[in-house]
T-cell receptor, first 110, second 114 residues
């Protein structure tokens, strides 16, 4: 099974940088995903890491360390529209299902 | 529009009733996944189908069942509904069992049990 931990809430100022950490324990790892979810809406795919290191995608970057069971999502040049919940998810090697953390609610203030 | 279609968008029903939620995956996707999201919980995996066959099962209650039809659409049946079943139910799809892009989610069905 999976055990995924991430902070419940974070607040940051418009234009700033926020780092959302995620730690996980899994019996079989096959990739880590980050999703963004606005309240009442569907989660949307942000990033995917399967090898150690940093993946950069515009204002969003995601990092993975498999040996430490650790990932982070970095949001740069924060905009008001980035206020949302950010979900860390781990894919199981055996059945490929995604298990999600409880999500981190990021509030961006002017 | 993600390409994954879920109907209905909203559903209000009484305790003890039975409802069916429907999902049409994105064109070309063979896998369908169902998730439940309650206010106080994150996305909870319910069940996965791949090309008509059940592939993986999460903590799905015995009162819940699902199937994937030959045209690849899927239905989630919830019976003997309880107040605690009120939640957002998401369907997601992917091409196969393993891909870098993860899943594409539908917009969800909001179920309210009164």
């Amino acid at each position: 099974g999976q055990n995924i931990d991430q902070p419940t809430e974070m607040t940051a100022t418009e234009g700033a940088i926020v780092q959302i950490n995620c730690t996980y324990q899994t019996s079989g790892f096959n990739g880590l995903f980050w999703y963004q979810q606005h309240a009442g809406e569907a989660p949307t795919f942000l990033s995917y890491n399967v090898l150690d290191g940093l993946e950069e995608k515009g204002r969003f970057s995601s990092f993975l360390s498999r040996s430490k069971g650790y990932s982070y999502l970095l949001l740069k040049e924060l905009q008001m529209k980035d206020s949302a919940s950010y979900l860390c998810a781990v894919r199981d090697r055996n059945d490929y299902k995604l298990s999600f953390g409880a999500g981190t609610t990021v509030t961006v203030r002017a | 529009d993600s390409g994954v279609t879920q109907t209905p968008k909203h559903l209000i029903t009484a305790t003890g009733q039975r409802v069916t939620l429907r999902c049409s995956p994105r064109s070309g996707d063979l896998s369908v996944y169902w998730y439940q999201q309650s206010l106080d919980q994150g996305l909870q995996f319910l069940i996965q189908y791949y090309n008509g066959e059940e592939r993986a099962k999460g903590n799905i209650l015995e009162r819940f069942s699902a199937q994937q039809f030959p045209d690849l659409h899927s239905e989630l049946n919830l019976s003997s509904l309880e107040l605690g079943d009120s939640a957002l139910y998401f369907c997601a799809s992917s091409v196969g069992a393993s891909q870098a892009g993860g899943y594409t989610f539908g917009s969800g069905t909001r179920l309210t049990v009164v």
